[in-house]
C-alpha cells in the first residue's frame, strides 16, 4: 500500500506569502504529527492530531503556523505570511494507534519550502 | 521530554558489525526506547525499538542496559545503505502524544 504523501515536495516563497502543505496519512491510521526540520539538524515537533481531534500543538513557533484535519485524514499545514526562518523541511509522519509509547511512526518524504 | 546522548558522528567499513550507544540516564519507568534512522533527502525510518529486553528484528538489534540508562543499536553488518543518520528517542507510554522528540542524532559513515 502506498506510504506517507506529501505535497507539494518542493515550494519557493516569496517572504509574506502564505503557503499550504499537504499530508496524506496511511489509510486508517489514526495518529498525525507534523515536524519541522532545519538543515543539519533533528526533526522538532511541531503538532499533533488523534483523528481530527489537535491534541498538541505545544510546538507550532508562533501563531502563524496553524493546523488541520478536519475529516480524520488529510491534514494541510499553512504558514501565514512566511519569514526567512521558516525555511525548512517539513515532514508530516502517521502512525496507526492513539497515544502510545509503542508504534511505528512512518514519515513522508517532507515539503522543502525555501523563503526568499 | 527525556533526553538523550549520542556520539555526533562515527565510521565503519562496509560488512563489518556496527554499535550504536546511546545514553539515557533520565529515563523513566514508562518511556520505550526507539531508533530511527533518515538516510539523504528521506524522512526519517522506524528501526527498532524496547522496553527492557534486548529486540532483534531483520534490520538491526538493540541491547539495554539492565538499568536501562543506555542502549546499543547493533547493525550486524554494515552496508553502504546503512549510512545515514540514527537517532535514539525515548517515547513515553502514557498521558500525552506519544510524540518522538529528536536530538542530533549519530551520523553513521559507512566506508567500502
Known amino acids: 500500500g502506498a506510504g506517507v504523501s506529501q505535497s507539494p515536495r518542493y515550494k519557493v516563497a516569496k517572504r509574506g506569502q502564505d503557503v499550504a502543505l499537504r499530508c496524506d496519512p496511511i489509510?486508517?491510521?489514526?495518529?498525525l504529527f507534523w515536524y519541522q526540520q532545519a538543515l543539519g539538524q533533528g526533526p522538532e515537533f511541531l503538532t499533533y492530531f488523534q483523528n481530527e481531534a489537535q491534541l498538541d500543538k505545544s510546538g507550532l513557533p508562533s501563531d502563524r503556523f496553524f493546523a488541520e484535519r478536519p475529516e480524520g485524514s488529510v491534514s494541510t499545514l499553512k504558514i501565514q505570511r512566511t519569514q526567512q526562518e521558516d525555511s525548512a523541511v517539513y515532514l508530516c509522519?502517521?502512525?496507526?494507534?492513539?497515544?502510545?509509547?509503542?508504534?511505528?511512526?512512518?514519515f513522508g518524504e517532507g515539503s522543502r519550502l525555501t523563503v526568499l | 521530554d527525556a533526553k538523550t546522548t549520542q556520539p555526533n558522528s562515527m565510521e565503519s567499513n562496509e560488512e563489518e558489525p556496527v554499535h550504536l550507544p546511546c545514553n539515557h540516564s533520565?529515563?523513566?519507568?514508562?518511556?520505550?526506547i526507539h531508533w530511527y534512522r533518515q538516510l539523504p533527502s528521506q524522512g526519517p525510518e522506524y528501526v527498532i525499538h524496547g522496553l527492557t529486553s534486548n529486540v532483534n528484528n531483520r534490520m538491526a538489534s538493540l541491547a539495554i542496559a539492565e538499568d536501562r540508562k543506555s542502549s546499543t543499536l547493533i547493525l550486524h553488518r554494515a552496508t553502504l545503505r546503512d549510512a545515514a543518520v540514527y537517532y535514539c528517542?525515548?517515547?513515553?507510554?502514557?498521558?500525552?502524544?506519544?510524540?518522538?522528540?529528536f536530538g542530533q542524532g549519530t551520523t553513521l559513515q559507512v566506508k567500502p
Open positions: 528517542i525515548l517515547r513515553e507510554d502514557s498521558g500525552n502524544t506519544g510524540k518522538l522528540i
Open positions: 489509510s486508517g491510521h489514526v495518529s
Open positions: 509522519a502517521s502512525s496507526l494507534s492513539g497515544r502510545t509509547g509503542t508504534g511505528e511512526l512512518f
Open positions: 533520565t529515563i523513566s519507568g514508562t518511556d520505550y
